[in-house]
């Protein structure tokens, strides 16, 4: 049975916080250092705020996408932010052990189609070329480059990816 595909709010923020980090954690071992990954933790009281707070109206508001498992484990999510004319996609995350499945397809699917007459934008770590060659399968192109500004001081080159 497939991962079943929701909205999340509050309550989910344990949930996100601890699939990030291993995310995090898996996704980036050997690309950034283990001190700036062991700095990186996210907060699941940092989620609740995000989640919890008050946005304005719907196309201002960020938006949680995510994929549970038949037996309600989170598996993957995504996370949208309007930022003015475009939406970021600020987090695309997949469960370690769980990626190669389509999850992330179907959650960058989702993520795309809710805002389907505005430019989506994201940064990925240039080092990270599993991200890199997944973004582009699905049709972002190359915008930029930056870098990416890790809490314990670590700086890591990253691109600027687009869809629209």
């Not at 699941?44 to 196309?59: H, N, S």
Request: glycine residues 10%.
């Amino acid at each position: 049975m497939p991962a079943t595909l929701r909205e999340g709010g509050p309550a989910d923020a344990v949930a996100v916080a601890d699939l990030l980090t291993a995310s995090r954690r898996s996704a980036y071992a050997g690309l950034v250092p283990d001190a700036a990954l062991a700095a990186d933790g996210e907060q699941p009281l940092l989620w609740e705020i995000r989640l919890a707070a008050d946005y304005g109206p719907p196309a201002n508001t960020p938006a949680l996408l995510l994929a549970d498992d038949p037996d309600g484990t989170l598996a993957a999510f995504a996370y949208l932010v309007p930022d003015g004319p475009v939406v970021r996609l600020e987090q695309l995350h997949v469960r370690p052990g769980r990626t190669g499945a389509g999850l992330g397809t179907r959650l960058l699917h989702a993520a795309l189609a809710r805002h389907p007459d505005r430019p989506v934008r994201l940064d990925v770590l240039a080092a990270n070329h599993r991200a890199v060659a997944f973004y582009e399968r699905h049709g972002a192109r190359r915008l930029g480059h930056g870098t990416a500004h890790f809490p314990d001081g670590t700086e890591l080159a990253e691109y600027e990816y687009g869809w629209r």
